[in-house]
């Protein structure tokens, strides 16, 4: 809403206004989105839609029903590879849309290589059992590709972390 509203002060004032860039008073305002919004709305909107997105020139589906069926296959064994995952963080009807630390919790890079590896692997279906799909890799990629995002925009220090070189502060170097 402040965009639009600057956008069109802006054309008013007689500025130039150009490719999401906008000129008030000879200062130059580029819109920037908030990341926590952004992955709540994504997370949102998956629940009842699939996602069909480009990547490196193939096209990939996410589907929120990826997430769920690797929650329910990591509940049927013994050592799960995402025991931090409960029912508030899949579960439609018990999630909290606002709470980003769940939203990021889901696209992370834990969960991203669990349902890769579910996919990549042929799971056995004994007793009516969910199965993953090999089409979940592009769920996978997907949570990948939102936590490198959200590391990107969300660091608190300028040193590297393992396994996260995106989760640092960007700087002059």
Known sequence: MMVAESR?????????????VIIVDENVVI???NPP???KSLRNNLLTKDLQ??????NKTAKWSHMKDAYYIDLSVKLRNMPKLTDM????????????????QV???????????????????????????EDAEDTADLCSFQDELFDSMN???SKEKT?????????QK
């Open 8 to 20: 069109s002060n802006a054309l008013q004032q007689g500025k130039t206004v150009a490719e999401n």
């Open 31 to 33: 819109p920037l989105y």
């Open 37 to 39: 919004h952004l992955v």
């Open 53 to 58: 997105y480009m990547q490196d020139g193939v």
């Open 89 to 104: 963080h899949v579960l439609p009807s018990k999630l909290k849309k606002m709470k980003v630390s769940t939203c990021t």
């Open 107 to 133: 696209f992370s890079q834990n969960i991203a290589s669990t349902i890769d590896l579910m996919a990549r692997t042929i799971c056995d279906n004994r007793a009516g059992k969910a199965t993953m799909t």
């Open 155 to 157: 660091a608190d220090t």
């Open 163 to 171: 396994g996260k070189i995106l989760r640092r502060a960007v700087t």
